[in-house]
Structures are given as C-alpha cells and as structure tokens.
C-alpha cells in the first residue's frame, strides 16, 4: 500500500479547524465532567470511550441534552454480545429530539427538497413539525398503536420524513423501500414485518421520465393482507385509488404532536440487508439506540449543528436515507434530493451541492470515480466554496478517487471515506474532523467503537488484514432479526466465528497510526497460495483502464485443491477484448499489486450484477461457478438484473465439462 509506505498526509485540518470543531469542545467537556483524557487529541478520547464505555456514552447522552422522560437505571446493564441491554428503565422519543429546532428557529428550513429541475424547495422546521403532529394524529385515529409497523414506498421526498417522523411519535416501527424496487422484492421484504398502513406514490421521475407505479401498489395491497390504510402520496398527480387516503387528507390538521415516550430499546425501524441468499435480513434497530449512536456520529464525527446543511445522495431503500434523516437531530437543514445521480450529466450532485449550499456532501466511492472518469470538474465549474466535507461509502474510496476530490473539488478539502453497516445504520470507521487523511485510509475507528483486525485465531493485528470485528457493543446494533424467535439467524450472521464478538465479513488493516484500509468482504475475499487480498483492490487497478467499464473478481477453492481467479470485465462500447487488453490487464495488476493475483482467465461478461444497493454481486457468482443451482445461490428480489446471473450459471456448466480458457 502507498499509504503504509508514504505517511505523508493528503489534508491536515488547520489549528482553528481544530479548536472549533464540535468533537474538540465535548472532549474538554467530558475531562472536567467525566474523567475523558483533557490532553492526547482523538486517539487518547477513543481510548477512554472504549476503555470506559459506560462513562462515554452517560456523556454523549448528557452532551446533547437527550430527554429521558424517566431515568435509567444504568448505562449497560447486560455487555454481552448479542443482547447487551442499553439504558433499562429509562423512556424516550426519537421524533420528540428530531423537532426539537422547531422551537428556536421555526421558520428556518428543516428539509430542502430537490428534484431533477435542481430548484431547492425549503420545508420550515415548524411546517414539519406540524405536518407530524397531523399526521402522527391520523395514525392514531386509524387504530396504529406502539409496535405497529407502518411501511412506505416512497422515493427520496419530504413526505417521507414526515411519515418516518409521525411513526415514530406514535411509537410505530418504520420501514420503507424505494420505488424503484419491484412489486417482489418490495414484499420480500414488508410480507415479513406486516405493515398496516402503507404510504405509497403513484409514480417517480428518474433520469427525466416518470416512472408510473400504479400496478405495483396494486399488487402491494393485495398482497400485504395485514394492511388497514393506504396513504397516496400524488407524485404524478393521479386521484387516490379506491379505498386510500390522499396524503394532504392526513396532513392538513394542526395537531400539537404527541410524542409516545417508549422504552429506549423499542423497536424504531426495520432495515433490511441485501439478503443475497434466503429472504432478506430484517434488522430492527431501537429508538434510543439509534438516537445515541446518531448523535455521536453526527454531531461529533460529521461535526453537523444548526448552521450546517447536510446533502447525500441516497434512495429511501438504503441506510443512509435513514443517517440522513438523522441530521435533523443536530438541528442540521437536511437537503433530500429525489433523481438520477447523473441526470442530466455526470456532474448533477456536485450542482446540487452548490444550489443546495450544502456544507458535507455525501455520495458513492462510485460516482466520485465515474467524475473522474468522465472527465468532471466541480471547482471549476460550480461554485463550492461551503463544502467543508465531502464523504464517501458504498464501496472503498480507491487512492485514485482521494487524489482526484483533492485536485478537482478543493486541495482545503476534509475527504471522509467511511465504512459501516445497514447492520449498525451507522460507521465502524470514518470521519474524525481533527485528524489528517490518508490517501486511501479512513481517518479513524469511530468514539465508543472498539474496532480490531483479527487473525482467524482471534488474535489482534496491526498493519496486516484481518477480520473486521467489533469486541464491545454499540447502542445501535440490532435489538434483533424480525421473525427470528430464537436469534439463531442473527447470532448466525455476526457472531459464529468468534462467539461474543460481532464480525462484519470485511477485511481491514489497521495501520501503526489508527487509520483503517478496507479490502472488500471477507467472505469473497481472493486468497492465493495464503496471500490474501480483498476484490476492491484489484477493481481499483483494472478500472483505472478505460476500456473497462466495471469488472467482478472471484476466487474458487476447488475440490483437487486447486484455486481458479478468473476476471469478468464488461467493456465499454467500442472496445474489445483482444490479445493486447489482456497483456495490459494482466500487467496493470501484476506491476501494481502482486504477481499473485494475476487472473487465470479474463472473460468478457454483458454486464456485472449488483444488489439493490449497488453493491457488486460476489458471493452468489462465487457459488454458481462451484455448481449452486441459481434458485439456491441467490435471492432473485435482491438483485438489479437476474438475467446477467444465467451467464455465470452457464459458464459453470461449460466449465465442468471443459477447463476455461481465455
């Protein structure tokens, strides 16, 4: 690694940076009240929040004033992993927290809304809060009572919030998928928690065309039988369908909103992971839990408060939707954009981050890479000077993509490149606003995370790869899996191979300084003659060539023994892969990572699959090329395009018969 060998940082915050960020305030703060270390920067306060768990999070609580309408006994009552018990006997509201800003500055936006116009829409924080108190009385009127799922498929739009907002002030559980999900996965998902209200749009705009969705709710209702209200939310401009309310029906009230105090560990929302095989994970996770753990992360890590406001580019199907709702909390102007991330050219996000005056901007390792790509220049071209923050997920940021946001957005830039889990809705690692970044790092594991690389004897390593692994609970993890009675499938997901230790299934190296590299999933992980490497290492490489559009990389352990590495590319338009493109390849990753991992055989493919979520397909194509049947190696309603999957499926089949060749 580069980085390892030259320490040299890309960005240094400068010392009035420092000294003004939040994080810098609450470590002075909790050393007079708390016993936090006064001297020793982050590295000596992460210490102290994992060495003193309890104490660090009766801070973060006490920090941002969290309301517990009754006290709680202890911070943690039970440590254990999974089923640590957080803050028993205390009672709480997530909404409550989330409005509290309407009550200083009413009239300052809450939510600016963004369309494929790019015209920001601002939504007042006492709007808001009115449109939940409402809706949160409409609920109640429809007999949805604390523990009731209440379930939305929605695009990216305020209403969302509104809903997500209202549920929680009820007490109800959230879950939402976008629209752009079909009929399928969309009860994948909802058949399991049981929904009884469904909040539903007639349609989306995506890439500059309406996308009608009328048939798909159709087929929802009809197959949600739990359901007892329908709320239509007019996107396109349809009447509601029989039987629904119409949204501005249910919002029109002017209703105090009645926050239901709940235990801390009541259930808040259901995220689901992409679930490549079987049904989808459910993950609950709880209102208290949520609300801490968002709070650190934001206010402290994000470094977000009232003046800020905080734009990422998500859809309501993933866990950022979700952390960025969350930055209401901190009294942050959320910026929610509904579009395509490259409509109507490659540099739309940057556009909106300069209408929207956004100060963190966060986006996909991807798009920062197609700007590069497609030759995109965001200094120049937009005006960007608020940015303070430009934050990265998804999939590792490679060096690459660092240089490039340093020498086209600004060279004064904070790049967080962050890593986590629809697991935790949160980062085991990422932004810290008073350390300096590494090309290719993320700055730090995050306050109250002890985050460690693990040999598969459980042994911690520093500057080599390992297991990512979590040895002390976080609030956020799940309260459990919805219709796992027993908790098989959750201890099974996070905690088989080193009981009472959560493993995430990525590898990391944690580097003599603190910083973290992530490598790519464990469980796809490419491991030749004992040298192991993660598959975002050799994308990195591969991509850099612009005849390669994305590529997949799998390593199959086979039954003699042997080990077969083939790379799939798909090309973009025009280009062929000929006997030269293979040399180049082959070169690319043999002079720029290891002679080890040169690939068997390169073979062109029509297309990589992905998840819902985006994320490269690797572990299903792993086990379709060992000869899993495809109705076995995957779950159809988890992935963006099925038909690319019977290729690999075909390829096993030729394989078996004859040795591949390239």
């Known amino acids: 690694m580069t980085s390892a060998a030259n320490p040299a940082p890309l960005w240094q915050p400068d010392p009035e940076r420092i000294a003004a960020a939040r994080i810098t305030g609450f470590q002075a703060w909790a050393a007079e009240r708390h016993g ?62 989330a409005l509290r800003a309407a009550e200083d500055r009413p009239h300052d936006p809450a939510l600016l809304h963004v369309d494929e116009t790019h015209e920001p829409t601002p939504i007042s924080w006492s709007e808001l809060r009115r449109q939940v108190g409402a809706l949160a009385a409409e609920l109640r009127a429809l007999g949805v009572r604390p523990g009731d799922r209440v379930s939305g498929y929605l695009p990216n739009i305020p209403q969302a919030v509104t809903a997500l907002l209202a549920t929680a002030a009820v007490g109800a559980v959230w879950t939402s998928c976008a ?50 209200a329908v709320i239509h939310i007019p996107l396109l401009g349809t009447e509601a369908p029989e039987g629904a309310h119409d949204w501005s029906a ?47 992360q934001l206010g402290l890590h994000n470094d977000l408060g009232p003046e800020d406001r905080f734009f990422w580019y998500t859809s309501t199907g993933w866990m950022m939707w979700n952390f960025l709702v969350s930055g209401l909390l901190t009294g942050t102007t959320v910026v929610l954009y509904d579009g395509s991330p490259g409509f ?19 986006t996909s390792a991807a798009y920062v890479m197609a700007c590069r790509k497609a030759e995109v220049h965001p200094s120049r071209d937009f005006d960007l000077s608020r940015i303070k923050c430009v934050a990265t997920t998804g999939s590792p940021l490679p060096p690459d993509g660092f240089r490039w946001l340093h020498d086209e957005v600004a060279d004064d830039l904070w790049i967080a490149s962050v890593s986590g889990g629809t697991d935790v809705c949160s980062c085991f690692a990422g932004a810290v606003p008073t350390l300096p970044v590494h090309i290719g790092e993320l700055q730090a594991a995050s306050l109250g995370t002890d985050l460690q690389s693990w040999d598969p004897q459980g042994k911690p390593l520093i500057g080599e790869v390992g297991e990512l692994v979590v040895t002390n609970p976080m609030p956020s993890m799940p309260i459990r899996f919805w219709n796992d009675p027993d908790g098989s499938r959750y201890r099974d997901s996070y905690f088989e191979m080193f009981p009472g230790v959560w493993r995430h299934g990525d590898w990391i190296t944690i580097t003599d300084r603190g910083s973290v590299i992530i490598h790519g999933r464990s469980d796809s992980t490419l491991n030749r003659q004992g040298v192991r490497m993660g598959s975002a290492d050799i994308y990195e490489a591969v991509e850099r060539l612009p005849e390669i559009r994305e590529s997949l990389v799998i390593g199959l352990e086979e039954p003699d023994g042997g080990y077969w590495m083939p790379l799939f590319v798909h090309l973009v338009e025009g280009a062929a892969l000929d006997d030269a493109l293979r040399t180049r390849i082959r070169k690319t990753i043999r002079e720029q990572l290891s002679p080890r991992h040169v690939p068997d055989d390169i073979i062109e493919v029509p297309g990589v699959p992905h998840t819902l979520t985006g994320k490269r397909i690797e572990v299903p194509v792993k086990r379709l090329l060992q000869g899993t049947a495809l109705s076995k190696a995957v779950n159809p309603g988890s992935v963006d395009n099925l038909e690319l999957l019977r290729f690999y499926e075909n390829l096993a089949r030729t394989r078996t018969s004859s040795p591949a060749d390239d």
């Open 36 to 97: 936090a270390p006064a001297e020793g920067g982050y590295a000596a306060l992460h210490r102290w929040s994992v060495d003193e768990l309890e104490t660090f999070w009766q801070a973060v609580a006490e920090w941002f004033d969290i309301r517990f309408s009754t006290p709680y006994e202890r911070v943690l009552a039970d440590p254990a992993m999974p089923g640590a018990r957080w803050f028993p006997g205390a009672t709480l509201n997530y909404a409550e927290h």
């Open 179 to 228: 629209p752009d999900f079909g009929a399928r996965s969309v009860l994948d998902r909802f058949q399991q928690v049981e929904p009884v209200v469904l909040f539903t749009v007639d349609g989306y705009r995506y890439g500059g065309k309406e996308h009608g969705r009328t048939e798909t709710v159709t087929e929802l209702r009809r197959e949600l039988p739990t359901l007892r």
């Open 250 to 296: 249910v919002t029109s009230g002017d209703t105090e909103p009645v926050f239901e105090q709940v235990p801390f560990d009541h259930p808040l929302w259901v995220l689901y992971s992409s679930g490549t095989t079987g049904l989808p994970k459910a993950i609950v996770q709880s209102q208290g839990g949520i609300l801490l753990e968002h709070f650190k």
């Open 344 to 362: 109507p050219d490659t540099g739309a996000q940057w556009r909106i981050a300069e209408r929207t005056k956004a100060n963190l901007f966060g």
